[in-house]
């Protein structure tokens, strides 16, 4: 069985950052699995404007044959690929200069990707060391019919719909008419990758020492994934406007019901208080090889919305050696956990609150931590209507 399972590729944005040579040499060694996957990818890339789409749409449906270092490398690309990981990937070219030629048009994700086809285990330390701040935010809907009606893959006619209905929403926003979705299905789940434009945007830049202006549209993409077994969409999206757009527009274009998605109350953090420590367990949970109580912010009655918060690197540990409790009044409103998958150097640490919205830098790992909390009664069956 492929590694692949810890390491899957899902942030396609990732290959636009890195330059096409850098991806044709990586890719090379791997253009015979492109191939049996109906793609040369290195004739593609030798074009001006290369599918990127469909290069992420191979890397994303990963299976058995899928060589065990191509998502990998790219899970760990995208992990180092910021000015804080080009800081560290520099400083280890200042004391070993043969490790590669840096350019000075190189991006963090460039920096990264040819660190990995060098020396790939002091990338893996990198990513591990570094302390990024980057999240990615997820808000759960689910659809209250019974029974929930069998999942069919949309047809190419109706993706065109679905795009053209965003289209329509981008354009009103100014962030430009186009969207690009594709659709593709790992395991259980459904995953819709959304490629739009945000608002134009102005920057000063150098060129070749002078100062000039530059006019572009930034590229952004979004993801929708939809459970078929529990009839729940998750939506990581940056704009409130967006989530709405995604809830309201795959309910109409998928189901033929624009309230499909009715259902918006999603977690239930009681289980901490009313399970104790065994609310945390995880050995049911083959990805996962600890996991540890980090913060709970309980609100407090009275004027002035008092909040008390507890923290600590393993809660329920701490509480139990000094013979304390979690409060017994007041409501519990968001819940850290540190959750240590297998094969990674540190633990991620995983956010929920009691509406419907949870936070975490491992999008790899959703479908693994949805299990984990649905398992340890987080994740309630049924939930509130709208917003």
């Given at each position: ?192 990758m959304i490629r739009h434009g ?23 993409h979004d993801v929708v994934v ?108 968001q819940i850290k956990f540190g ?49």
């Open positions: 069985m492929s590694t692949l399972n810890f390491r899957q590729f899902s942030k396609p944005e990732v290959l636009q950052q890195i330059d096409k040579k850098h991806l044709i040499d990586f890719f090379e060694p791997h253009a015979e699995y492109f191939l049996g996957r109906g793609l040369d990818v290195l004739a593609e890339l030798g074009r001006k404007e290369p599918d990127y789409a469909e290069i992420c749409r191979i890397l994303i449906t990963s299976d058995d044959a899928t060589p065990d270092d191509l998502a990998e490398a790219l899970y760990y690309v995208n992990d180092v690929a910021s000015d804080d990981g080009a800081e560290v990937i520099l400083d280890y070219l200042d004391r070993e200069p043969d490790l590669f030629i840096a350019e000075q048009n190189s991006t963090p994700a460039d920096l990264a990707l040819q660190l990995w086809m060098v020396r790939p285990k002091l990338l893996k330390r990198i990513s591990g060391n570094l302390l990024s701040v980057s999240k990615r935010s997820y808000d759960y809907f689910k659809t209250s019919r019974k029974p929930i009606p069998e999942f069919q893959k949309p047809s190419e006619e109706i993706i065109g719909e679905l795009e053209s209905t965003l289209d329509d929403w981008f354009f009103q926003k100014l962030k430009g008419r186009y969207s690009k979705v594709i659709c593709t299905l790992r395991d259980d789940y459904v995953w819709f945000k608002r134009y945007s102005r920057a000063a830049i150098i060129d070749d020492g002078d100062s000039k202006s530059y006019h572009f549209r930034p590229e952004k939809y459970n078929p077994a529990n009839g729940e969409l998750r939506i990581n999206a940056e704009a409130k406007g967006e989530i709405c757009l995604y809830r309201s527009a795959f309910g109409s274009h998928i189901f033929g019901d624009s309230q499909f998605f009715d259902l918006s109350k999603q977690f239930n953090l009681d289980p901490i208080r009313t399970e104790g420590e065994d609310s945390v367990r995880f050995e049911d949970i083959d990805e996962f090889e600890d996991v540890k109580l980090r913060e709970v912010h309980v609100a407090l009655d009275g004027p002035f919305n008092d909040v008390e918060v507890l923290k600590s690197d393993d809660l329920f540990t701490s509480m139990r050696h000094s013979g304390q409790t979690l409060p017994t009044e007041g409501a519990i409103t959750v240590k998958f297998k094969h990674e150097a540190r633990p991620k640490v995983v956010k929920i609150t009691n509406a419907n919205r949870a936070e975490y830098k491992c999008n790899e790992h959703a479908e693994a931590i949805e299990c984990w909390l649905n398992n340890r009664g987080f994740i309630v069956t049924g939930g509130d209507s709208g917003e």
